[in-house]
């Protein structure tokens, strides 16, 4: 999928930058797979603002994703590729020998009519589905569980992949986009190969007004507040702020730590990130 630039003629295309989208083979989604998709604003259930920068957005429909890997051993072929406005990866529509449909995340290089199977006998391909005890060390994975049957969790958005380095004890060592190298039960599923739609990065949206159709809110700096509205704000002329920035609410920002020092998962992380 390529990348298309545009003319200056305003100064909205002078930088703008979008996918051309002709890997996609379909417009319209399917019916039985979608459904409502509710948004807050940003609000809670009494009207009040809980999370800033949240608001408007395109009307759009949810698209429900087969995370569970829930057709084991039956094979399926690629009706089409569509884009999915939820998420940057582009989806892949599979009819079942059964006669199910389901939405699986799109790869590279996976074309419509191809066949793609779940489970303990699915070959080691592109967008096949098995057990990461299956997959010989150093394959690309993608849509990988953390605990066994609670659906993907890692490696899901354009152009990610994870790399099974080791095995080992039951558990599999997975090296995460991120760098860091995790534990993850060897009974645990994951796809073969690496999400489709890497060009995504490459996205400029040139204007304001593309960032609202996203649903996201212009904010105002913090030093550019009143003392009242923000621990930063204030002072005479332009002030940088003169403490560590910090929350609305006085909390450190920018390095300070947030994950639980207890969290039951931080014995299978082998390396961190940094």
Known sequence: MGVKKYN???????FAASLTYDELTKKR?????????HRTGGRNSYGRITSA??????KKLYREIDFLYSKKGIKGSVQSLEYDPNRSANIALVLYEDGDKRYI????????????QCGPDAKIEVGNSTALKN???GTMVYCVEMEVGCGARIARSAGNYAILAAKDGGNAHLKLPSGEVRL???ECYASVGQVGNAEHENV?????GRTRYLGRRPKSRAVAKNPIDHPMGGG???????????TPWGEITKGLKTRKTKKSSTRKIIKRRK
């Open 8 to 14: 200056p003629a305003t100064p909205a295309t002078r």
């Open 29 to 37: 989604p399917e019916k039985s797979l979608t459904t409502y998709f």
């Open 53 to 58: 920068g949240i608001s408007g957005g395109h």
């Open 105 to 116: 995340i799109a790869p590279m290089e996976l074309k419509v009519g191809a066949i793609v």
């Open 135 to 137: 997959i010989p060390l």
């Open 184 to 186: 993850v039960n060897e």
């Open 204 to 208: 400029l949206l040139g204007k304001a």
């Open 236 to 246: 005479e002329g332009k002030s940088s702020g003169g403490r560590h920035p910090c």
